[in-house]
């Protein structure tokens, strides 16, 4: 058990293989929520890397515990050998026997035990079940995708690893949450720089892939720009199976739109915003936004003439 909360079983792949997911009930109820375990183990540098990763996920979601658009966060838990549990307020720990950091958030993977999980669609699942989506649909997720990144950025809070596979889908209320932000960053200023090499390489910017230091938010936002390229088209614009080759062509920006008419003349002006290869003339967060509503109302407006325009068409189940 971990406080309150009693452990199930193991829950798919984890995300980070240091980092182990489980299901579990918070005891007299019949909520269920995600444990993100890491033990202690002989290897310094994985040790390191475990508890930095699970700190980091907690204190951004503390920052971030009344933000619509974020998975929620119930307790980070130091678990003992010995069989002493610590909550854990803050990301200082005592040293001593080895242990569990454990840390607490919503379950929003499809499980046995809870009908309403169905509701639960990762987008990379979704993507592959569907090849590629509508650009009525893309749109409309899109937007809120980038509605909860506006918000981030304005607190100084980047990401560091968007990508399909880091946001679910609610059917139900067709909501978005984003979810792992172990290797996000909460900056110090807007001037902050970043030099460590983080993320998916399918996603990785080319700034980060630059050697020198780099802005966290462009670089979010060139994410972006894979994420709604590969909602329209069914595959990544950039792609090879050798990393090295990958990572050149993510340098040079060397990709090209299908010629299969799937999205619009506007909507691909957002995609060629965001992998714009210079940072500085990226589109922001905001710009993005404000695009992103212009190329919805005139889409849906050129596809309805007979119906009252509106900023973020519905989708129909």
Same mark, same amino acid.
Request: proline share 5%; aromatic share 6%; with cysteine.
């Given at each position: 058990?971990?406080?309150?909360?009693?452990?199930?079983?193991?829950?798919?792949?984890?995300?980070?293989?240091?980092?182990?997911?489980?299901?579990?009930?918070?005891?007299?109820?019949?909520?269920?929520?995600?444990?993100?375990?890491?033990?202690?183990?002989?290897?310094?540098?994985?040790?390191?890397?475990?508890?930095?990763? +699970?700190?980091? &996920?907690?204190? =951004? #979601?503390?920052?971030?515990?009344?933000? @619509?658009?974020? $998975?929620?966060?119930?307790? /980070?838990?130091?678990?003992?050998?010995?069989?002493?549990?610590?909550?854990?307020?803050?990301?200082?720990?005592?040293?001593?026997?080895?242990?569990?950091?454990?840390?607490?958030?919503?379950?929003?993977?499809?499980?046995?035990?809870?009908?309403?999980?169905?509701?639960?669609?990762?987008?990379?699942?979704?993507?592959?079940?569907?090849?590629?989506?509508?650009?009525?649909?893309?749109?409309?997720?899109?937007?809120?995708?980038?509605?909860?990144?506006?918000?981030?950025?304005?607190?100084?809070?980047?990401?560091?690893?968007?990508?399909?596979?880091?946001?679910?889908?609610?059917?139900?209320?067709?909501?978005?949450?984003?979810?792992?932000?172990?290797?996000?960053?909460? +900056?110090?200023? &807007?001037?902050? =720089? #970043?030099?460590?090499?983080?993320?998916? @390489?399918?996603? $990785?910017?080319?700034?980060? /892939?630059?050697?020198?230091?780099?802005?966290?938010?462009?670089?979010?936002?060139?994410?972006?720009?894979?994420?709604?390229?590969?909602?329209?088209?069914?595959?990544?614009?950039?792609?090879?199976?050798?990393?090295?080759?990958?990572?050149?062509?993510?340098?040079?920006?060397?990709?090209?739109?299908?010629?299969?008419?799937?999205?619009?003349?506007?909507?691909?002006?957002?995609?060629?915003?965001?992998?714009?290869?210079?940072?500085?003339?990226?589109?922001?967060?905001?710009?993005?936004?404000?695009?992103?509503?212009?190329?919805?109302?005139?889409?849906?407006?050129?596809?309805?003439?007979?119906?009252?325009?509106?900023?973020?068409?519905?989708?129909?189940?």
């Amino acid at each position: 058990r971990i406080g309150p909360f009693l452990i199930g079983p193991l829950l798919g792949n984890s995300p980070v293989k240091c980092i182990s997911q489980y299901l579990v009930r918070k005891e007299g109820t019949g909520k269920y929520f995600m444990a993100k375990v890491f033990t202690e183990n002989q290897k310094p540098g994985e040790t390191r890397s475990g508890k930095m990763l +699970l700190h980091t &996920e907690h204190s =951004l #979601l503390s920052l971030l515990s009344s933000h @619509p658009g974020v $998975i929620r966060q119930y307790g /980070l838990f130091k678990v003992r050998t010995d069989g002493r549990i610590k909550l854990l307020a803050s990301c200082r720990e005592s040293r001593g026997a080895k242990n569990a950091i454990r840390l607490i958030v919503d379950c929003l993977v499809r499980h046995e035990k809870s009908v309403a999980t169905n509701n639960y669609l990762n987008l990379q699942q979704h993507v592959i079940q569907v090849k590629r989506l509508s650009e009525r649909e893309a749109l409309r997720i899109f937007h809120s995708v980038v509605s909860v990144i506006v918000s981030l950025h304005k607190m100084n809070v980047v990401h560091r690893d968007l990508k399909l596979g880091n946001m679910v889908l609610d059917k139900r209320t067709r909501k978005i949450t984003l979810i792992n932000f172990c290797l996000g960053c909460h +900056l110090n200023s &807007e001037r902050d =720089l #970043l030099t460590d090499q983080l993320g998916c @390489p399918a996603y $990785i910017s080319p700034d980060v /892939l630059s050697d020198k230091p780099y802005a966290g938010k462009p670089s979010d936002m060139w994410s972006l720009g894979v994420v709604l390229y590969t909602m329209l088209y069914g595959q990544f614009p950039f792609y090879d199976q050798a990393p090295k080759k990958l990572f050149a062509k993510i340098k040079t920006a060397e990709y090209s739109i299908p010629s299969s008419g799937q999205a619009s003349a506007n909507t691909n002006d957002v995609i060629h915003g965001l992998l714009t290869l210079n940072p500085l003339k990226r589109l922001t967060a905001v710009e993005a936004l404000d695009s992103i509503e212009s190329c919805a109302a005139a889409w849906y407006v050129l596809r309805t003439p007979t119906t009252p325009a509106q900023v973020v068409p519905d989708v129909d189940d």
